[in-house]
Each structure stands twice: as structure tokens, then as C-alpha cells.
């Protein structure tokens, strides 16, 4: 199906672990954003990539890292787990500034 | 940076009732953004607004974006079940900021 794919769904890790949240998108977005999203907090943007070969920090980057892999996948890797970083991420993408993101389905991440 | 700001935080109301939710920047924004977010769900685009004072309508949903493009507001007229969820605005730079959203609860 055509859209952004994110996996897993759902992790847990404990604290100190290491884990690499993916995302492929097929919609041919020039752009794509990580963001994280917690109760009461809508959603913060933890990185993003405008265009593939670059990446930019959003407001909230710390403990994590980015790689825009190719056009399609851009990657988000928690090098050490911490139990603040327990969030749902989502992956979006968009063709171009006059457009729509499209959301992935998230993945739920637990840190123990 | 940018700030975003949303009101209300939550919003009950009965069905058949109208809501308003509004959205207020602190900078002059290029356009905004608005999506729903259903419970346990992803965001999901609505609209983006690009003129100063543009009024866009999809069905019952009324979006309205100022004259000073400061500011912007969504409408729902004669609210259904189906209506419930989060709405975010959101503000265009490099990257979307969202608001925090405004969680609509609609009971029959």
C-alpha cells in the first residue's frame, strides 16, 4: 500500500538500550520529519530532512540521531535508551511546501 | 522560534452542537496547516490556508485564516460522533509546528 510505513509498532526497551525506529515512504516525498508526541504536549519536531543528503534538529533532537538513507527512508536511532524518551514517534513526509504530510501509524516506544 | 498556540485544550460538547477551536501565532505565517487526529490514531491532513483572510470549507468543517495572518480558526457546524478527535494547527517554516491540539469529545 502506498503511504509512510513505520516499524515496529511497538517497543520496549530498557534503559540504556540501544534501537533504530524505521521509515520508508513510496509517495515520492522530497521532505520527511520525525516527530515525537506525548500527552498534553501535541506534537515536537525531532528532526527533519528538507531534501535527500541533509538533516536539520527540530526542537527537540537530543539523544537521538537521523540518517536520510535514500529518497525513501529516513531512519531515527535512540543510541541510549532513557525513560524520558518513552513516546509515540511518527514519520512524516511531504512532496513539497504547498503540500500535506502524510503521517506513518506511529510506533509506541516504552523505556523501562 | 515560531509559537503556536491553540484553544481550546479540551471541548465536550453534545451532538448536534456547534465547535470552534482557535489558532494564534506569534509570527506571520506563510500558511497553516489543520489535521485531526482520531483517538489512538496519526494525524491526518485537513487543509493548508496560503491567503491572508481565505475561508475554506469541506462539509461542515469551516477553516478561516486572518487578515494579519496571525491567526486561524476551524468551525464545526452541527457536530457528529464521528467528529471526535484532536485537531492541530499547524504553522509552516522549514518544518510544521504544531499546536498542542484540541481534543473534541461529542457524546450523543
Known amino acids: 500500500n502506498a503511504g509512510v510505513t513505520q516499524t515496529p509498532k511497538f517497543q520496549v526497551l530498557k534503559t540504556g538500550q540501544s534501537m533504530t525506529l524505521q521509515c520508508a515512504q513510496d509517495m515520492n516525498h522530497n521532505s520527511m520529519y520525525w516527530y515525537r508526541q506525548d500527552p498534553g504536549m501535541g506534537l515536537r519536531l525531532i528532526y527533519y530532512?528538507?531534501?535527500?543528503?541533509?538533516?536539520d534538529k527540530g526542537e527537540v533532537p537530543n539523544g537521538y540521531n537521523v540518517s536520510r538513507l535514500n529518497k525513501r527512508e529516513f531512519s531515527l536511532r535512540l543510541e541510549s535508551a532513557a525513560p524520558s524518551q518513552t513516546s509515540v514517534y511518527f514519520c512524516a513526509g511531504r512532496t513539497g511546501t504547498l503540500y500535506g504530510y502524510t503521517f506513518g501509524s506511529g510506533t509506541r516506544l516504552t523505556v523501562v | 522560534g515560531q509559537q503556536v498556540m491553540q484553544i481550546p485544550q479540551y471541548q465536550h460538547v453534545q451532538e448536534g452542537e456547534d465547535f470552534t477551536t482557535y489558532c494564534n501565532s506569534s509570527t506571520t505565517l506563510s500558511n497553516i496547516q489543520w489535521y485531526k487526529q482520531r483517538p489512538g490514531g496519526h494525524p491526518v491532513f485537513l487543509i493548508q490556508?496560503?491567503?491572508?483572510?481565505e475561508v475554506k470549507k469541506q462539509k461542515r468543517l469551516t477553516f478561516q485564516f486572518g487578515e494579519a495572518k496571525k491567526n486561524s480558526s476551524l468551525h464545526i457546524t452541527a457536530t457528529q460522533t464521528t467528529d471526535v478527535g484532536t485537531y492541530f494547527c499547524a504553522g509552516s517554516a522549514n518544518a510544521l509546528n504544531f499546536g498542542k491540539g484540541t481534543s473534541l469529545l461529542v457524546t450523543p
Open positions: 530532512s528538507a531534501s535527500e543528503g541533509t538533516t
Open positions: 490556508l496560503v491567503k491572508s483572510g
